[in-house]
């Protein structure tokens, strides 16, 4: 019984390190821009390295990057972006620009993921009562702890995810860029998910 609890007490501790991860609004309008690009008076501001913990981690293992856009119009025209002018890398070839709904959903956490916590259920906490003159075991009580234990911390992950997840979607498609347009003397910002493996350097194309 004591193997039994410990294999489930070695499991539970390996579980508890792949908590639900919070999601950190990037509010693209309150970043500070290092790196920037002018093409024909339109100027291009980005940032890369914007998503952490686990949508970090889904984000590098499916080459996604998702960058914060700030772009500021100082020509003539207005300009609708993806069409007038696009984005590409520094050596000229155009950057893949991702669906929204694709990038929420390649990154997102899977809540029924931490439906393994449900492991810990039969987890149970005894107390061994002792009697006699040399203490010898005469009666053990056992308490169910992991039927409390196994779905709280199961359901709170999942309804944790649900909702970070939830928040990330909202943020990204309420800074969507793809097809709008930027009036002349205007600044737009986004958020936007390409296929890169890497931190590449970024313009504007027209």
């Given at each position: 019984?004591k ?7 070695a ?28 093409t ?63 990038v ?60 970070a ?32 493996t ?9």
């Amino acid at each position: 019984m004591k193997k039994i609890t410990l294999i489930l007490l070695a499991s539970g501790l390996i579980l508890f390190n792949s908590c639900a991860s919070g999601y950190k609004k990037i509010n693209p309008q309150s970043l500070n821009y290092l790196s920037k690009n002018i093409t024909n008076d339109i100027v291009l501001e980005y940032k890369y390295d914007l998503l952490n913990k686990k949508y970090k981690k889904k984000e590098t293992a499916n080459d996604i990057k998702v960058v914060s856009i700030k772009i500021t119009n100082n020509s003539n025209n207005d300009v609708v972006f993806g069409k007038d002018v696009r984005l590409a890398f520094e050596n000229g070839n155009e950057a893949l620009i991702m669906e929204n709904e694709r990038v929420f959903k390649t990154i997102k956490q899977s809540p029924a993921s931490y439906l393994w916590y449900l492991l810990l259920s039969p987890l149970q906490l005894y107390k061994t009562q002792s009697s006699g003159p040399y203490g010898q075991p005469v009666a053990q009580e056992s308490f169910p702890i992991g039927l409390i234990v196994g779905p709280g911390i199961a359901f709170g992950n999942m309804i944790g995810a649900a909702s970070a997840n939830a928040n990330f979607k909202n943020e990204l498609f309420e800074n969507n860029l793809i097809g709008k347009t930027i009036k002349k003397g205007e600044i737009a910002y986004g958020i936007i998910g390409i296929q890169s493996t890497g931190y590449e350097a970024l313009k504007l194309k027209q």
